[in-house]
């Protein structure tokens, strides 16, 4: 009777399951079973469990909902769209879907392995191949190579292994399962993986962390096929510079007062009664390096230093939501890591801002604070809104071992350090560097809304802040064209607006980009000086792009330095200066003025020392050099093709005589109502060495005449003196005093102790 019981329960199980099995096989065919007749049917997330997201010229591509790169090694492998139909890099199919493959440049064939099977092709023909039997397939879309690697047409990819392709323009959906995807998409589920495949990818995790950067030691260089970082160290500064016709940074003004900040303190001067009404000291740790004024909001922004004097730290902690724990395989170390993160041990150098209420100009009331980690490198403000630019190596939040996101504090967020979260922070494909670029945003105008910070790894140091945009260029060692093997640079774009950061893309240029300061925005277009070394001439190969604000290309100057090296470039409103490498060369000018037609327009010969350039007009310069150990100023005309030449030239000392302006530009004062400018010199005693005289000269100068000396400003026992006109007089602002000179009688002189 109990065999009887147990053989019907089995009858019954089977009967059951092979109904299952029923419903499985035949149902299937009718969409019963298996993929939903419509993809609606099926959320997003699970119909993207099997499926490949790719999208044209891209190295960044999803693969069962998980971002990667078609190949860490070499960025410029990017998915190509041609006559609408997709080819990959032959590496695609190893990073999507963890296939072997192998092919041969030479006999011009490949070989992608996956699910037992195997795709050969070649030029002219394609077969599936497997243990047991080999079949041929359509083969219309012929595999071909570019930019040193196979491209394989996905269309023979996916008939061979039974994949389905969608199109939605530039972006492509590769399935595994039928039906999933269907063409008509909604454009925010198309947009949102758009956004997944085109922006930068992100860190993540420390493991991950480690892999992108060159952790093995301070002084090592991660180098891999298409991260060779090409161009002049950033360090080496330019022989020319730029005199920029703007106050000092670290001067502000009203129409009733003028803010000086020095070191850590701010001045507030009374300019009608001449006299200091306020002195804002900050922490002794801050060193001021920008000034804002907006109605009654002053703004100090600057470089915070930790590890000395403890009693600067602040105190309060928190435990921030986003802080990441380290790599998996550092787990059991990793708590005691992250309780160091909690505690405010940190040490270096961090980008600082203080933002203070001056409603009540002598009594000045902070109402904010902001550090960042990181050197500052610069900031900007537009509208209500303080962008902030820093920079900080891996290794500064390195602990025993392990590496850990950057930080920030915020009083507005109760003034408690936030660590960023791994997961938050993307970074350049091109790698190749082990730093963090860091841009923050502030609200000077609503005290209570928390900053906004974004970091970046692998930035690099050719990176430009505009008052719109922030601009880091990576140079990639790849083909710019099917013909030429050369390195180029890739230009990505970050929209700064109303506190939000954006990425905005990017674009593509030939050569590599000289530093930092060969990069410019005007009027909405962007300017990038790129230099290369032509194949087989190694000859040196200078261009000059405009991008539009879509990154897009619009005008280049090509080919215009004659072969010479150029160290720098120097931008003004329609002009651009190619500086030389070496000492003594010509400089090249480029008229910049229509930026969809760029155009050479001559050399200049300057000396062969330290040269300092201020655009006078369209078509003069002034420039001051100490070429053979005389310091001079010259004017010269630039107006019209190759056609510059010195109008005026006035010597002003041989070996005994120097500017500080060399060293620092913010020295200078230009007076454009009176064409009138005052130049700082030290002069010095040729047997002793002693200075003999340590202040200014005052000029007028006229394109018809020339220079005319009309007074000096003696600043003796004053050092470190910044110069700023206004309503009449000439600020003198030194360490020891601030000098009031009235411009029309240089013996009217009003001293102020800064006290």
């Known amino acids: ?16 399951l092979a109904f299952v099995l029923f419903l499985q096989v035949f149902g299937g065919k009718n969409d019963v079973v298996s993929s939903p007749t419509t993809s609606g049917e099926v959320a997003a ?33 990017v998915p190509l769209i041609e006559n609408q139909v997709a080819y990959v890099p032959l590496s695609f199919f190893k990073s999507a879907y963890g296939a072997s493959v192998t092919y041969d440049a030479g006999a011009g064939s490949a070989a992608i392995r996956l699910n037992n099977e195997a795709l050969v092709l070649d030029r002219k023909k394609a077969d599936i191949v497997s243990s047991s039997s080999e079949r ?18 996905l269309d023979v990819f996916a008939e061979a292994f039974d994949k389905e392709i969608h199109y939605y323009n530039d972006l492509v959906i590769i399935s595994g399962d039928k039906k999933a995807f269907t063409q008509e998409e909604s ?21 991950n962390l480690k892999e992108l950067t060159d952790t093995l030691g301070r002084n090592g260089f991660l180098r891999r096929v298409g991260t060779v970082v090409g161009g002049r160290s950033s360090e080496e500064d330019a022989v020319v510079k730029l005199i920029a016709d703007k106050k000092s940074g670290l001067i502000a003004n009203d129409e009733k007062y003028i803010y000086f900040g020095r070191d850590n303190v701010i001045y507030i001067t009374d300019h009608l009664s001449n006299k200091i009404i306020n002195k804002i000291d900050m922490e002794n740790d801050f060193t001021i390096s920008r000034l804002y004024l907006q109605d009654n909001i002053l703004v100090a922004a600057g470089t915070r230093r930790f590890g000395g004097d403890t009693s600067q730290k602040p105190t309060e902690t928190v435990s921030s939501e986003t802080t990441t724990e380290a790599s998996t395989e550092a787990a059991s170390s990793a708590e005691t890591a992250e309780e160091d993160t909690q505690s405010d041990d940190r040490e270096g150098v961090c980008s600082a801002v203080y933002v203070y209420n001056i409603g009540d100009r002598a009594n000045a009331v902070k109402e904010r604070e902001f550090d960042v980690d990181g050197t500052l490198i610069d900031t900007v403000k537009h509208g209500d809104y303080v962008y902030i630019l820093s920079q900080l190596s891996v290794f500064d939040n390195e602990r025993e071992g392990h590496f850990y996101p950057p930080s920030y504090r915020d009083s507005a967020m109760g003034g408690q350090i936030n660590t960023l979260g ?53 140079s990639r060692y790849t083909a710019f064209d099917s013909g030429e093997n050369t390195e180029n640079t890739f230009i990505y774009r970050m929209s700064l607006s109303e506190g939000n950061i954006v990425s905005k893309g990017g674009g593509n240029v030939k050569g590599y980009v000289l530093d930092r300061n060969s990069m ?70 480029i008229d910049s003025s229509n930026p969809v037609n760029p155009e050479g327009q001559g050399i200049l010969k300057l000396s062969t020392g330290n040269i300092l350039i201020y655009p006078y007009d369209e078509s003069h310069i002034l420039t001051i050099d100490n070429g053979e150990s005389i310091l001079k100023m010259n004017v010269y005309s630039i107006e019209g093709m190759d056609n510059a030449r010195r109008l005026y030239s006035e010597e002003l000392g041989k070996e005994n005589i120097d500017t500080p302006l060399f060293e620092n530009s913010d020295y200078f004062e230009f007076d454009r109502e009176r064409n009138r400018f005052v130049l700082p010199v030290v002069i010095k005693d040729m047997a002793s060495g002693e200075v003999t005289f340590n202040g200014s000269y005052a000029y007028d100068i006229n394109m018809d005449e020339g220079f005319k000396r009309i007074g000096t400003i003696d600043e003796s026992n004053n050092k470190d003196v910044h110069y700023f006109k206004y309503n009449g007089h000439i600020y003198c602002f030194g360490s020891e005093r601030t000098d009031v000179v009235d411009v029309n009688d240089f013996e009217n002189i009003v001293s102020i102790a800064m006290e």
């Open 1 to 16: 009777m109990k065999n009887k019981m147990v053989l019907g329960i089995l009858m019954v199980y089977f009967l059951i």
């Open 45 to 77: 997330e699970d119909r993207l469990d099997r499926a490949v997201v790719l999208y044209k010229e891209s190295p960044v591509i999803m693969a069962n909902k998980k971002q990667m790169l078609i190949d860490k090694n070499n960025v410029s492998f």
């Open 136 to 153: 041929d397939l359509e083969y219309n879309n012929s595999i071909f190579i570019r930019r040193n690697t196979m491209y394989i047409p």
């Open 187 to 207: 454009d925010d589920f198309i947009n949102s993986l758009k956004a997944q495949v085109t922006e930068l990818p992100y860190v993540a995790n420390e493991g």
């Open 422 to 474: 791994f997961e938050n922070i993307q970074y350049f494909p091109e790698t190749g560097t082990n730093d963090y670029t860091l841009i923050s945003s502030l609200n000077i105008a609503d005290m209570s809304a928390a900053a906004n910070v974004k970091a970046y790894l692998c930035g690099g140091s050719n990176v430009y802040l505009s008052e719109n945009n922030l601009y880091v260029a990576k």
């Open 520 to 589: 410019n925005e005007n009027s909405g277009y962007f300017s990038i000086a790129t230099e290369y070394k032509e194949k087989g001439t190694d000859k040196n190969i200078t261009n000059i792009y405009i991008l539009n604000n879509n990154m897009e290309l619009c005008g280049e100057a090509n080919r215009i330095a004659n072969n010479a090296a150029i160290r720098s470039a120097i931008f003004t409103e329609n002009k651009i200066f190619l500086i030389p490498a070496e000492r003594g060369q010509a400089m090249y000018l």
